[in-house]
């Protein structure tokens, strides 16, 4: 992709009529630099400079529609193909054990999660990453939208990141996606003890043909699983989660309660209480998805 890149940008130049060191003095760039680009060799454009080499070049945004898949480049294998699987899913189950996922963090929380990152190499770098993470979620507003499960750890909820504003405003944008059709969001309470999943979180992807990956990341670590029955003792553990998990409605309780700061009133139902709650779920439903911790996956709804 960055050699894709870098012919992109030789070719818009040269039609232009333009040298590496005119086109370097309109980026604010040495023209060693624009060789680089061109070469794809050294390090790989920044997204200010894909920015700046697209407005120069009058590439109507090409050059930046690119940079995401060059800014790719650097992640493992299996990371980068993780992503590529996640654009194609028609399902997404998540289990989240210590922040919002990526989907459905608001800007100000994922760049507070991002700058955390001992290993960040400048601002620069910091707000590459906050656009990719952000592009991401537009696939939330697409025509082929997935269906997203998502069971948040209690400890989530509870962990100010960013801050008592950027903290308030990330559980209403939980409320908020709670409430479209195509997203279903539990929290997993502490009174529920130890898991199998404790210590990361664990992604489990359906694919248009039916196959399904699993995906399990820690602190510095992650690991993408593939093969069948691997992939199905995921899906158990994924499963249980669920079944453990507060039923929809009773989560969102919960998120309300810790938004207005009453961390002792969201008042953890028992089980009983769930299992009553989840069964009267499931009748007004008609008997067909049941919401409130079942593992199945839907038919995935016609759309207009």
Known sequence: MAALFGSRVRRLRTAAGLTQAE????????????????RASGAKPTLGLARALDAALGADNLLVELWPYVYREAFPDWSRKFMAYS?????????????????????????AVLSLDALLDGEEQLEERLTARMGRQER???????????????????????????MRKQLERL???????????????????????????????????GSEVAYTEGADYGQLIE???NVSRYKVIYDRLRAAALPPL????????????????????SR??????????????GGGRLRGGGGRVPRRRARP
């Open 23 to 38: 086109l370097g003095r309109m980026t604010h760039v040495v023209s060693t630099r624009i060789t680089q680009v061109e």
């Open 87 to 111: 654009e194609r899913a028609v399902a997404i189950r998540q289990y989240a054990a210590h922040v919002v996922p990526g989907l459905l963090q608001t800007e100000d929380y994922a760049r």
């Open 140 to 166: 939330l507003d697409s025509p082929d939208r997935p269906e997203l499960y998502v069971v948040l750890d209690e400890a989530v909820l509870r962990r100010p990141i960013g801050g008592d504003p950027v």
């Open 175 to 209: 409320l908020d996606a709670a409430a479209e059709r195509h997203i279903t969001l539990q929290v997993l309470p502490f009174d529920q003890g130890g898991h199998e999943a404790m210590g990361g979180s664990l992604t489990i992807l359906t694919l248009p043909d």
């Open 227 to 229: 093969e069948p029955t």
């Open 250 to 269: 009773m989560s969102l309780d919960m998120i309300r309660s810790v938004m207005e700061g009453n961390h002792r009133g969201a008042k953890v139902p």
């Open 272 to 285: 009983s209480e769930r299992r009553r709650l989840a069964q009267e779920q499931l009748q007004q439903s």
